[in-house]
């Protein structure tokens, strides 16, 4: 079972930014893909960005040019730089790492709101 941990979230206005960062306890870390999820209250939980072993990324049309995913394999940890937040980025963050079926952190809240 692989444990992830985020953190960074909280309140922010209308146009700042945030850092989630997720830490995961695994051997081989670099190799999986990892990604950021978020859910809103009474919505789906949608897919914000990926990224692979070698670095490659996707994102969510809805943040693409606002926020960066990015990962340190040496020190397994994830991250997802947030700018230009805007009230519709609020939303319950999950971390997700692809190996086996699957594992989940346990959330941080973003709040975007003046």
């Known amino acids: 079972q692989v444990q992830l941990v985020e953190s960074g979230g909280g309140l922010v206005q209308p146009g700042g930014s945030l850092r989630l960062s997720c830490t995961a306890s695994?051997?081989?870390?670099?190799?999986?893909?990892m990604r950021w999820y978020r859910q809103a209250p009474g919505n789906q939980r949608e897919l914000v960005a990926s990224i692979t072993g070698e670095g490659g990324t996707d994102y969510l049309d809805s943040v693409k040019g606002r926020f960066t995913i990015s990962r340190d394999n040496g020190k397994k940890m994830l991250y997802l730089q947030m700018n230009n937040l805007k009230p519709d980025d609020t939303a319950v963050y999950y971390c997700?790492?692809?190996?086996?079926?699957?594992?989940w952190g346990q959330g941080t809240q973003v709040t975007v709101s003046s």
């Open positions: 997700y790492i692809l190996k086996g079926v699957g594992s």
């Open positions: 695994t051997f081989l870390f670099s190799i999986y893909t």
